[in-house]
């Protein structure tokens, strides 16, 4: 089983200010990764496929890079909308996929 | 608009049994691979279960094997879980996900809840 490691657990950062969240997979995962967001009770969305394809709807401040065994979600200017938990997911071996265990990002 | 709405939560008792169901709107849903993925109180998000498009393949995650069954309707438009042999473990919202072409998760229902309790 792929495992997929996020950090930093928790994210304090201001309105307007730049967030990095970080994902590691065990393995390479190629560019197989989505990030998804999940606001408290609320369904989680789709927000980056293919480590760096924004989807539909989703603003561009919202931007994912990395392949293989790295990759990094950026929000560029926090918005209060944003607060939110983020998870990063595999899809590189469907249908064994695997999810981060999640990066909240809060008001700091 | 694509929409998945599950349905069939509820409160049983461990040793019990559920079955969920999600109605899927709005895109072709014989063409689409889908999957159960649940969320336990206060915890991040666990891939339970997927299926093709044609029901022939499925899969399940190790903490569900032999307990839960998948299954779909094409003519119905429909998706299942059937779980079994429930535990307190089992507690969690449970989403309905459409997956896209490329196996990632593109559309989430919003999540019916399974209590598991005496």
């Known amino acids: 089983e792929i495992v997929m490691t996020q950090s930093p657990a928790t994210l304090s950062v201001s309105p307007g200010e730049r967030a990095t969240l970080s994902c590691r997979a065990s393995?390479?995962?190629?560019?197989?990764l989505a990030w998804y967001q999940q606001k408290p009770g609320q369904a989680p969305r789709l927000l980056i496929y293919?480590?760096?394809t924004r989807a539909t709807g989703i603003p561009a401040r919202f931007s994912g890079s990395g392949s293989g065994t790295e990759f990094t979600l950026t929000i560029s200017s926090l918005q209060s909308e944003d607060f939110a938990v983020y998870y990063c997911?595999?899809?590189?071996?469907?249908?064994?996929?695997?999810f981060g265990g999640g990066t909240k990002v809060e008001i700091k | 608009e694509v929409q998945l709405v599950e349905s069939g939560g509820g409160l049983v008792q461990p040793g019990g049994s559920l079955r969920l169901s999600c109605s899927a709107s709005?895109?072709?849903?014989?063409?689409?691979?889908m999957h159960w993925v649940r969320q336990a109180p206060g915890k991040g998000l666990e891939y339970v279960s997927a299926?093709?498009?044609?029901?022939?393949?499925?899969y399940y995650a190790d903490s569900v094997k032999g307990r839960f069954t998948i299954s779909r309707d094409n003519s119905k438009n429909t998706l299942y879980l059937q779980m079994s042999s429930l535990r307190a473990e089992d507690t969690a919202v449970y989403y309905c996900?459409?997956?896209?072409?490329?196996?990632?998760?593109?559309?989430w229902g919003k999540g019916t809840t399974v209590t598991v309790s005496s």
């Open positions: 996900v459409k997956v896209a072409d490329s196996y990632y998760m593109d559309v």
């Open positions: 709005g895109f072709t849903f014989s063409s689409y691979a």
């Open positions: 299926i093709s498009s044609n029901g022939g393949s499925t």
């Open positions: 393995q390479s995962v190629s560019s197989n």
């Open positions: 293919g480590a760096s």
């Open positions: 997911q595999q899809y590189n071996n469907w249908p064994a996929l695997t």
